[in-house]
């Protein structure tokens, strides 16, 4: 891999290289011009929600990629199934909160439905929490590569455990939200679904950059994240600070899961695990660490995921976010947004 | 019985040991200097006082209690404050959250507001700034807040490290001016200065450290004048 990145960084550097890589841009540009102009504007614009609606749950999976490198730099490659696990445990209490297909939600079922959101988050939350103090709080001291090989690892640990719970199908997510399209012009619409979705989304990670930039909690994860020792030297107890970021990463993984599921209206027990990929992509294009970057990143992999699906080829999708992941590295290693302010 | 108390207290990193049996106290109302060369163990004692090293041997007590196996953030709230090397302050926050992040383990809002209106008091500079990033304060000032971040806990026991590190000889007189005018607000200060001249000028007393052990102690006064001192730390 590295050896890979070097000579890309060797030919992106040498003048042949900078003219090949513009003239590949022109191509694509080109090439999507063209489809663009002759899908017209009203498909466009369908991608365009599509996409938005999807990045948003990149980005709050992202999020939980990006506070927990931030205060430990740990990349937690478990966190891509905490979706999943969220979506699997909120699905086991629709039935208990009557929440079925093809009833009209109606006031009461928006309540339950918030109320399964809840206990969904708060569960995996907690779990999240217990992992974090058995698998990675050990290792803390160790060699940065113990507690990563730690979180693949306990990314095979959950994936096993959801598929001895659930099995290895798709499994069916109640429809239960509305169905309606808003109609937008000749063949294409929005659904109200999109929209529900980027709403909710929206609504966390505001509520996430209140809690971070005004509550007490939020000032000492700041603190932990940019110096562990000064933080201690304020009263801060690091454990504690440690093990809220990880319910809170695991909080917005559980809801991106959740409303995934009820978009989809479809989870299998290994998606999270992809998703997770894309996500910690959308985090390292938005500056592994920055919380703005996160959200931004998860927009903009969905947008491109989903453009490219529609312009090109679903078949594809893994290739260019992974060149994105690549040029982002090798480019601008620090992400789009970066760290803003020097360290210490 | 003293307010901060070492007894025999081994400090190691890894395998490698830094403090060799330290015993050292400081009381009410001083200010306690502790002098030595680069690695002599001077800022490794402060951080074991504050929790953020573990020693292997050894006890610690303050305010007539043991505190040698209570957590660094803990000790925080039982009255030990501190300046650490290097200034260490949240260079990516403000200069106002910077000091209401060293006020983290008090819920007393009119007392918390009592003691940011005395630090603004002591540095005025910090309070022209206190909206600035604290990263991008000239190190005159990023030092005056690493101070008053201290003073925000409230602290029974101020330790500073290093303050006059890289500063103008001007601003060390204000630093050193401030260090004084604290300590007669009532704070007991301990300190671990390279100028060990100013540092012994301002203390109380003195402890001089040498690879980890303590060889000499005495009042400030008895260690300006004593000859082998003045000859290792006063470079005369």
């Not at chain 1, 966190?79 to 109606?106: Q, W």
């Not at chain 1, 001895?164 to 679904?193: E, M, Y």
């Not at chain 1, 920055?290 to 959200?295: E, H, L």
């Amino acid at each position: 891999m590295s050896i890979a990145l070097q000579r890309t960084r060797s030919i992106a550097n040498g003048r042949l290289g900078s003219l090949l890589l513009l003239l590949a841009l022109c191509v694509v540009l080109i090439v999507v011009g063209q489809r663009v102009l002759s899908g017209g504007l009203s498909f466009f614009i369908q991608i365009l929600v599509f996409g938005l609606a999807n990045g948003a749950i990149y980005g709050l999976v992202a999020l939980g990629y990006t506070m927990v490198y931030g205060i430990i730099e740990l990349i937690n490659f478990a966190h891509g199934d905490l979706v999943t696990l969220g979506a699997f445990i909120g699905l086991a209490f629709f039935p208990i909160f009557g929440l079925v297909e093809g009833k009209d939600l109606g006031i009461i079922g928006v309540a339950a439905l918030a109320a399964v959101f809840l206990i969904a988050m708060v569960l995996t939350g907690g779990i999240n929490v217990l992992i974090e103090r058995v698998a990675y709080r050990p290792l803390r001291n160790s060699p940065r590569l113990a507690p990563l090989i730690t979180a693949v690892g306990m990314s095979f640990v959950l994936q096993g455990i959801m598929y001895l719970w659930k099995g290895a199908f798709q499994i069916h997510v109640p429809d239960i939200l509305p169905g309606t399209r808003l109609p937008l012009g000749p063949g294409a619409s929005v659904g109200v679904k999109d929209l529900i979705v980027i709403a909710i989304a929206v609504v966390l990670v505001i509520g996430l950059n209140l809690f971070i930039d005004r509550t007490r909690l939020g000032k000492a994860m700041r603190a932990t994240a940019q110096d562990r020792d000064a933080a201690q030297l304020m009263g801060i107890d690091i454990n504690r600070t440690i093990a809220a970021t990880f319910f809170i990463g695991a909080v917005l993984a559980a809801s991106a899961g959740m409303i995934r599921g009820l978009y989809f209206n479809t989870v299998n027990f290994s998606d999270g695990y992809q998703l997770g990929l894309f996500a910690f992509t959308a985090a390292v294009f938005g500056g592994i660490g920055n919380i703005q970057g996160a959200a931004l990143g998860g927009l903009f992999i969905g947008l491109v995921k989903a453009y490219g699906d529609a312009y090109f080829s679903s078949a594809w999708t893994d290739v260019y976010v992974f060149a994105i992941l690549i040029l982002v590295l090798v480019f601008r290693p620090s992400g789009l947004l970066g760290m803003r302010v020097p360290e210490k | 019985m003293a307010l901060l108390e070492l007894e025999g207290i081994e400090t190691y990193y890894g395998r490698v040991r830094a403090l060799n049996g330290i015993s050292l106290s400081v009381d009410t109302g001083e200010v306690v200097a502790l002098i030595g060369s680069n690695g002599a163990g001077k800022t490794t004692t402060l951080r074991t006082i504050s929790g953020l090293q573990h020693p292997a041997r050894g006890s610690i007590s303050f305010a007539g209690q043991v505190i040698t196996g209570v957590s660094a953030a803990r000790r925080v709230g039982l009255g030990i404050g501190q300046s650490p090397e290097g200034r260490r302050l949240f260079g990516r926050m403000s200069v106002l959250d910077n000091l209401v992040l060293g006020s983290y383990t008090r819920r007393d809002r009119a007392g918390i507001q009592r003691d940011m209106d005395r630090v603004f008091e002591l540095f005025p500079r910090l309070k022209e700034r206190s909206g600035q990033i604290s990263g991008t304060l000239s190190g005159g000032e990023q030092q005056m807040l690493a101070i008053g971040r201290a003073l925000m806990s409230q602290p029974k026991i101020l330790m500073l490290d290093e303050p006059s590190l890289g500063l103008a000889p001007i601003l060390q007189e204000t630093i050193f001016s401030i260090i004084a005018e604290i300590n007669g607000q009532g704070t007991p200060i301990l300190l671990v200065e390279q100028n060990a001249l100013k540092a012994l000028e301002v203390a109380d007393r003195a402890y001089v450290l040498e690879t980890g052990t303590i060889v000499k102690e005495g009042t400030g006064e008895e260690l300006l004048h004593s000859e082998d001192v003045a000859k290792a730390y006063l470079g005369m």
